[in-house]
């Protein structure tokens, strides 16, 4: 198995010490968008390792509880809180063109429409309030909002991502003086 084949679900944060029951934690912005069929990917000392889905099932919005096949016994579970869960590339749902999944554009260049090219997304921070994209031109990092209003278009096939930046946004980061 490729890791690059896979995304990010989430993370194991607790274990009921009970019933065994495992508290995945989605890094994600809409956790129903991802079907798990009968099996989640663990990162266990580098590899990703299939775990068979004995129950799960929604709790809270950003909670999921699960259980995995042969880890009933809450003191064999628990080893298992602090791995990342994994799943496929191929479960991930299609997107309409204008959206993209935070994975898909690292490495992208990013366009302004006044500065021009400002660099390339090093990774997209995912933060309570405001996800934003950390962006490294020259070993100089300039953090954009992911928004709506910033955002112009994603050119898949090129590896572009347009924006338009909030007046004196990219100076701050460049330090050029606002026009």
């Known amino acids: 198995m490729n890791k690059t084949d896979f995304f990010l679900l989430g993370k194991l944060t607790k274990c009921n010490r009970k019933s065994g029951e495992l508290t995945l934690q989605p890094d994600t912005d809409d956790p129903d968008m991802y079907e798990t069929g009968d099996i989640l990917f663990l990162d266990i000392d580098g590899g990703l390792v299939p775990f068979f889905i004995a129950t799960i099932k929604r709790k809270t919005y950003?909670?999921?509880?699960?259980?995995?096949?042969?880890?009933?016994?809450?003191?064999?579970?628990?080893?298992?809180?602090?791995?990342?869960?994994?799943?496929?590339?191929?479960?991930?749902?299609?997107?309409?063109?204008?959206?993209?999944?935070?994975?898909?554009?690292?490495?992208?260049?990013?366009?302004?429409?006044?500065?021009?090219?400002?660099?390339?997304?090093?990774?997209?921070?995912?933060?309570?309030?405001?996800?934003?994209?950390?962006?490294?031109?020259?070993?100089?990092?300039?953090?954009?909002?992911?928004?709506?209003?910033?955002?112009?278009?994603?050119?898949?096939?090129?590896?572009?991502?347009?924006?338009d930046a909030p007046e004196g946004l990219i100076d701050l980061y460049l330090g050029n003086e606002p026009a």
């Open 62 to 163: 950003n909670t999921i509880f699960v259980r995995f096949d042969g880890y009933e016994h809450p003191a064999k579970a628990e080893k298992l809180v602090g791995n990342l869960v994994y799943l496929p590339l191929s479960l991930l749902k299609s997107l309409a063109d204008d959206q993209f999944y935070y994975h898909d554009i690292i490495g992208y260049a990013v366009q302004d429409k006044y500065h021009g090219r400002i660099g390339t997304v090093e990774q997209v921070l995912e933060r309570q309030h405001q996800d934003i994209l950390q962006i490294v031109l020259e070993g100089r990092e300039i953090l954009v909002p992911i928004a709506d209003e910033i955002f112009i278009n994603i050119n898949r096939s090129e590896k572009i991502i347009y924006i």
